[in-house]
């Protein structure tokens, strides 16, 4: 039986024949993605601004029915609720944010939350609430802070790792292909105003684990390949490299957007964030792989004989040894 190929053997796309359109289109969108971000905002949830925090337990139920009770809280018209199970099966607690004209009156705040309750005791018989609570918005923003800050150092610790496993250029490379993937990311969240909350944040984690993996694949066979054609021109090396990738990118990229679209589309409104932020990062990363990180080491200065030892080097580790 013969296997499916999606990418013949013999492929040879030139995809650095096009190296400087697609950088000056990928700048225009990075500029983009952060003038949204600057302008419009991004839509943050309960997690990052603050809100009500409700805790209850259904005393008479093995699990807590939480689709049933999201669909019942969501129809007041307060939002999107985030609700959670904690401790026991049949406890949860619910989070929904105070919109803005309620956020600065009390009173309005504690009528909002009574009609949450209400609506859960006269829907639920067994439920019970056990706690009620306001997230600070303080807290809620240092935790976005926080966040932040996450993400930076993640990619930061990442480019030093590349710098240390292959080179400084191989290192800025990746660390700009991150940046690329973050910050279209972030744009769509600003363009469509889509709720921003912590499970974004474990989004956009995997989308940089996802790109610097595709990165590191390409750039594992840059450097086998710059060990064994020494004489070929840089451009038509990256190009050679990228080609013999093409294949395990395609199919690992579409075999993750397969189930990606299935959850995006038949998936829970819940989920609906968290999915379309990898189903986009699935997309720029595996771009970035190819036009950001790979067209960049030409411009780094690489060239096919940039790492070979020079005959100084050689025989100065011939004599240590």
Not at 49 to 78: C, D, H, K, M
Not at 154 to 170: S, V
Not at 223 to 242: A, G, H, P, T, W
Not at 261 to 269: E, N, S
């Given at each position: ?38 302008v419009k905002g991004l839509n943050l949830g309960v ?269 100065l580790a011939e004599n240590e040894s």
């Open positions: 039986m013969r296997l499916l190929k999606l990418v013949p053997d013999d492929t040879n796309i030139r995809f650095l024949r096009w190296r400087v359109p697609f950088y000056v289109f990928s700048m225009l969108v990075i500029a983009a993605s952060l003038a949204l971000v600057a997690d990052f601004v603050g809100g009500q925090q409700i805790q209850v337990t259904f005393t008479e139920s093995a699990e807590a029915p939480v689709a049933e009770l999201r669909e019942n809280v969501s129809a007041l018209g307060y939002g999107e609720p985030v609700i959670q199970r904690f401790g026991e099966e049949n406890q949860v607690t619910i989070r929904f944010r105070l919109p803005d004209e309620v956020a600065s009156d009390a009173e309005a705040a504690d009528a909002m939350t009574t009609a949450v309750t209400n609506s859960i005791t006269d829907n639920f018989a067994d439920a019970r609430i056990d706690d009620l609570t306001a997230v600070s918005g303080k807290v809620s923003g240092e935790l976005f802070t926080t966040a932040m800050y996450a993400l930076i150092f993640a990619m930061i610790a990442i480019a030093i790792y590349i710098w240390i496993r292959f080179e400084w250029q191989f290192g800025v490379g990746a660390l700009f292909a991150l940046f690329h993937d973050v910050s279209l990311t972030l744009g769509m969240f600003a363009l469509f105003q889509l709720e921003f909350d912590l499970k974004i944040i474990a989004a956009i984690l995997t989308i940089i684990g996802y790109s610097l993996n595709d990165t590191i694949v390409v750039y594992d066979r840059i450097r086998e390949n710059l060990k064994k054609y020494r004489k070929m021109q840089i451009v038509e090396l990256l190009d050679l490299s990228v080609n013999e990738t093409l294949a395990r990118t395609v199919m690992t990229s579409l075999t993750i957007l397969i189930v990606l679209i299935a959850l995006l589309f038949l998936g829970p409104a819940s989920l609906f964030g968290f999915t379309a932020a990898i189903t986009l990062g699935i997309f720029v990363g595996t771009y970035s792989s190819v036009y950001m990180a790979a067209p960049i080491l030409v411009w780094l200065g690489v060239t096919p004989d940039s790492f070979v030892p020079s005959e100084k080097d050689e025989k």
